[in-house]
């Protein structure tokens, strides 16, 4: 099992930055993807962005693409998403999740922690 500890959240203008961590323990030596997903008010769950562990290959909603960076550093068992050029619609509780390579869905899942946008 893998457990996930999410923080960097705040609040922040329009404009500024932030960035997420991840921080992985437990049995890491399995995880595949590593994800970042977003929930806002009223709506689903999306998936943000995801990072493939072992060699960096990364994914990003169209939403996000050219503001957000995902990454990860093996050594330190942490993903991180680096936001910026923020706006009021990336206002929402972000959750980091994991899956294994026998997974096909992401199994491990963060606390969340909020980030808001104020315009």
């Known amino acids: 099992q893998v457990q996930l500890v999410e923080s960097g959240g705040g609040l922040v203008q329009v404009g500024g930055s932030l960035r997420l961590s991840c921080a992985a323990s437990?049995?890491?030596?399995?995880?595949?993807?590593v994800g970042w997903f977003r929930q806002a008010p009223g709506k689903e769950r999306d998936v943000v962005a995801r990072?493939?562990?072992?060699?960096?290959?990364?994914y990003y909603t169209n939403s996000v693409k050219g503001r957000f960076t995902i990454s990860r550093d093996n050594a330190k068992k942490t993903a991180y998403l680096q936001m910026n050029s923020l706006k009021p619609e990336d206002t929402a509780v972000y959750y980091c999740?994991?899956?294994?390579?026998?997974?096909?869905?992401?199994?491990?899942w963060g606390q969340g922690t909020q980030v808001t946008v104020s315009s």
């Open positions: 990072i493939t562990w072992r060699n960096g290959e990364t």
């Open positions: 999740a994991s899956r294994v390579i026998t997974s096909s869905e992401f199994d491990s």
């Open positions: 437990g049995d890491t030596a399995n995880i595949y993807v």
